[in-house]
Nanobody, 123 residues
């Protein structure tokens, strides 16, 4: 069992920055690929960024490439999402997820999910 707890979401102005954190517990975090997903009102949950178990590979959705950075600290059992140059369309609930199997950016491949943290971008 994996427990994931996100934090760091808040109201931010367009062009601003935020750093989200996801603290993991319950199993060997360093063995899991991790991902960030988001869900905007009325839309499906979508992949934002992912990182392999050792941090060696990262992958980003086109919409956030160059603005967001995913990283992890296995010693702290934590994965981060650094977000810069935020836009209105970045608004949504951001979820952290753990993938215990093969590396993937597909939502269905992720086994455990956090409760999410709200990010609201406004003027």
């Amino acid at each position: 069992q994996v427990r994931l707890v996100e934090s760091g979401g808040e109201l931010v102005q367009v062009g601003g920055s935020l750093r989200l954190s996801c603290a993991a517990s319950g199993r060997t975090f360093s063995s899991d690929h991790m991902g960030w997903f988001r869900q905007a009102p009325g839309k499906e949950r979508e992949f934002v960024a992912g990182i392999t178990w050792n941090g060696g590979v990262t992958h980003y959705a086109e919409a956030v490439k160059g603005r967001f950075t995913i990283s992890r600290d296995n010693a702290k059992n934590t994965v981060y999402l650094e977000m810069k140059s935020l836009k209105y369309e970045d608004t949504g609930i951001y979820y952290c997820a753990a993938n215990l199997g093969v590396w993937s950016t597909e939502l269905r491949r992720y086994d455990y999910w956090g409760q999410g943290t709200q990010v609201t971008v406004s003027s």
